[in-house]
């Protein structure tokens, strides 16, 4: 029924709906019941801060109220109207949204209750306006009895009157009935006393219209006191209404909030319920996936990382019974393996041939560009040497008369003559061309004048005991100059002359670079080249001392790089530091003596200088501190000398030979576990790196298994590493480094010859 993934897919299609939606008919359910709770209680929340409100603004109206019935302000009665309205908008505005029956009900009835307290008010600012003028009439009153009783002069009044001023004094003080009752006795007495014929008749008048005012106050009085108490009878009833409200809020909040905890109780029922029921139809779908999809899909991937990583073989194992598309798919992946399987190794082949033209073509147009620059540079200075040559010819010729005739002149002229100081500064200006000359000679390439052996170290030191030096470090006392040189560096062939004017040049451009405090770093060390060096200079394989001269100083850009050895190019200002021809001349004496020069700069950095000389084997003479020949010579021992370079094996051949070894040479490890085969060796002369083979390490390896205690010694132009390192654990009796003297690889193999006898 379900075979293909398409029925499969609506079947789960079918759960997974059936489930979600069983899952979302309970949320909204409950959902809808949690938003009916929360409105209501909202509602409930809202009630109670507005009961809040209206409860601080009727406190607010109390205080007013008293304010306005003392007419202490002016504002009272606008402040008391806009906060009466400002209670009966609010009021309405609560039975507009309250939906509690109970609750509108006593809303209307504040309502109610604050119209009439509204009107109880009203009343009473009348009343106490009403009461205010009585009493301004009854002290006009007053007054006038007072003014006719002294006006008439009558003793017998003054008693009385004073009495009637007291009680109305204290009636005005507090209007209760016995002070009216009290006030009406001294009243009648002053009236009976007034009523004497010799009283004035004005008197009697006022004593009535007094007394009849002082009822009227009073009776005024006894309605204040009336509508008084009405005012807080409301008062109590606004409140008390205020106060039912608040707690029929909280209850009725209460009561929405266990409500609502129900309904909360009931939804995490109803929800890990649903939870288990939808996990239980998750789990049927991830088996029902996980067994016909995923399964074999991981399948189909495993297959396909298998053949990623290069096992064509790999197949994915579908069952004919099954036919769904996954294993059709399967199956089709597997026939296209098949044929994927055959085409591989086809194109494999072809990869291959691609990849080494490819590489050799590749090889080609990079050594093609160095060489076309490097050609170029080299024709840019053999023109310019050309042209330097004719013009120090023609120069020469013309020099010789300033030179030579200053010379004569000042062998006859008198120490005294005023033209002897001129025609010396003549001479000494001669002189310096004649030197600029020969600089140019030396670009020329026509300036060697002698071949013979010298040593690089010795020029060093002699340059470095010269007056010129001296001078040099006088005028730049602050910088200082490091030495480093090898004491068994080996001698070279050429001219000392322009070699040592080589080594001026350099150190002097060098201390020149510097402004400021600085540092120049002279050094020199044989050095094995057994790979070609790609740089300023393509270094060739071979044995060279090596002279480097470094500086912290400004360094050479980039754009002036290719520039620095041409004639008179230069950034110092002309004629105030040499000729401009330094640096052209070091490359004409390097270029001499069939040597090598590399730049290593960037502006701001510093300089360094390398210079590679050739070595010769010749010596100057037979040191008095070195041994004697025969106390490193053989006795007729084989040496099998393992060497990549074939004139590293002429060169070790020589020496040995010359020693008294047979010598037998092979250009690999490979031929050289071959020949121990064919014959033993009294030891080995292992050369450490020999691409694209094995290394001298894994050659002395194979050699041991052949002949357990195989004596040998190690030849490199490297430095020791941990492969030199391990291979003399293996027993390699010493570690030589190249280029090196007759003398050292003597006692290098006399050392493992006997390391062997011991």
Same mark, same amino acid.
């Given at each position: ?15 997974? !709906?059936? $489930? ?25 929340? &809202? ?5 809040? !409100? ?5 406190? +607010?109206?109390?205080?007013?109220? @008293? ?8 504002? %009272?009665?606008?402040?008391?109207? @806009?906060? !009466? +309205? ?57 007054? =006038? ?40 006795? &001294? ?32 009776? !005024? ?77 991981? =399948? ?21 019974? $099954? ?39 590749? +090889? ?135 070699? %040592? ?28 080249? $057994? ?34 050895? +041409? ?9 105030? =530091? ?26 701001? @950095? ?47 051949? %020589? ?95 006399? %050392? ?7």
């Amino acid at each position: 029924m379900f075979r293909s993934i398409n029925s499969k897919f609506y079947l789960i299609a079918f759960l997974l !709906t059936l $489930s979600f939606g069983f899952g979302y008919a309970i949320l909204a359910y409950f959902q809808l019941q949690q938003q009916l709770s929360s409105r209501l209680a909202q509602e409930a929340i &809202v009630l109670e801060r507005d009961i809040s !409100t209206l409860t601080e603004l009727f406190s +607010e109206i109390r205080f007013w109220e @008293k304010v306005l019935l003392t007419q202490n302000d002016a504002d %009272a009665d606008i402040r008391f109207g @806009k906060l !009466t +309205e400002d209670i009966s908008h609010r009021l309405k505005l609560l039975q507009q949204n309250n939906s509690d029956p109970v609750t509108d009900l006593t809303l209307k009835q504040i309502a109610s209750h604050m119209e009439n307290y509204g009107s109880a008010v009203s009343h009473l600012i009348q009343l106490k306006t009403q009461q205010r003028l009585q009493a301004a009439q009854m002290e006009t009153s007053y007054r =006038s009895m007072v003014s006719v009783i002294l006006a008439t002069n009558n003793i017998d009044l003054y008693k009385p009157l004073f009495n009637f001023t007291h009680f109305f004094l204290n009636y005005q003080t507090a209007k209760d009935f016995p002070k009216y009752q009290a006030l009406k006795l &001294v009243g009648n007495a002053l009236g009976s006393a007034a009523s004497s014929p010799a009283s004035d008749s004005r008197l009697g008048n006022y004593m009535k219209t007094f007394d009849n005012l002082l009822n009227e106050n009073f009776q !005024t009085e006894l309605d204040i006191t009336e509508r008084n108490h009405k005012v807080e009878e409301l008062n109590q009833v606004i409140r008390a209404s205020f106060g039912q409200i608040s707690i029929s809020s909280e209850q009725r909040l209460a009561g929405i909030m266990q409500e609502s905890e129900k309904i909360r109780l009931n939804l995490q029922h109803l929800f890990t319920l649903s939870s288990f029921l939808g996990i239980l139809v998750l789990l049927i779908i991830l088996a029902i996936i996980s067994r016909n999809i995923i399964l074999p899909i991981r =399948s189909i991937a495993r297959v396909m990382q298998q053949v990623k990583s290069g096992e064509l073989q790999a197949r994915f194992a579908s069952s004919k019974e $099954s036919k769904d598309e996954i294993h059709q798919f399967g199956r089709a992946f597997n026939e296209m393996l098949d044929t994927l399987e055959d085409n591989n190794l086809t194109l494999i082949q072809y990869q291959q041939q691609l990849e080494q033209k490819i590489n050799e073509l590749s +090889e080609r147009e990079q050594e093609s560009r160095q060489l076309a620059a490097q050609l170029q540079r080299v024709e840019k200075m053999e023109a310019i040497g050309t042209l330097a040559g004719g013009v120090a010819h023609d120069l020469n010729n013309i020099l010789s008369g300033i030179v030579s005739y200053p010379e004569l002149l000042l062998l006859d002229m008198p120490k005294e003559s005023p033209y002897r100081k001129s025609i010396e500064i003549i001479q000494q200006s001669g002189q310096k061309a004649a030197s600029i000359v020969q600089d140019l000679l030396t670009l020329a390439r026509r300036g060697v004048p002698v071949w013979e052996v010298t040593n690089l170290n010795r020029l060093v030191e002699e340059y470095l005991a010269s007056p010129v030096y001296t001078k040099l470090t006088d005028h730049n006392p602050e910088i200082s100059i490091d030495l480093h040189l090898q004491s068994d560096l080996f001698n070279i062939k050429g001219s000392p002359v322009h070699l %040592a004017k080589t080594i001026m040049n350099l150190i002097s451009n060098a201390v020149e670079s510097i402004k400021g405090p600085g540092k120049v770093i002279i050094r020199t060390e044989n050095r094995y080249i $057994s790979l070609p060096i790609v740089g300023y200079d393509n270094v060739k394989q071979g044995d060279y001392a090596v002279l480097s001269v470094a500086d912290t100083g400004s360094g050479i850009g980039a754009a002036d790089m290719d520039k620095i050895f +041409e004639p008179f190019f230069t950034r110092k200002v002309m004629g105030t =530091s040499g000729s401009g021809l330094g640096l052209a001349v070091v490359w004409g004496t390097v270029k001499d003596h069939q040597g090598y020069i590399d730049v290593q700069s960037s502006a701001g @950095k510093g300089t360094t200088f390398t210079l590679y000389f050739p070595i010769t084997r010749e010596e100057f003479e037979v040191s008095e501190d070195a041994p004697p020949l025969e106390t490193y010579m053989g006795h007729g021992e084989s040496v099998l000398v393992v060497d990549d370079v074939e004139s590293q094996r002429k060169i070790a051949s %020589a020496m040995l030979t010359k020693l008294g070894y047979r010598v037998t040479t092979v250009a690999s490890g490979e031929e050289a576990i071959l020949q121990l085969q064919r014959e033993p060796a009294d030891i080995l002369i292992l050369d450490m790196l020999m691409p694209p083979g094995i290394d001298g390490l894994e050659t002395y390896r194979q050699a041991l298994e052949l002949y357990p205690g195989q004596p040998a010694i190690i030849a490199s132009g490297y430095s020791e590493t941990e492969r030199v390192r391990k291979t003399q654990k293996l027993g390699a009796a010493m570690y030589i480094k190249k280029p090196y003297s007759i003398e050292q690889i003597g006692l290098a193999v006399q %050392a493992g010859l006997q390391q062997k006898n011991n």
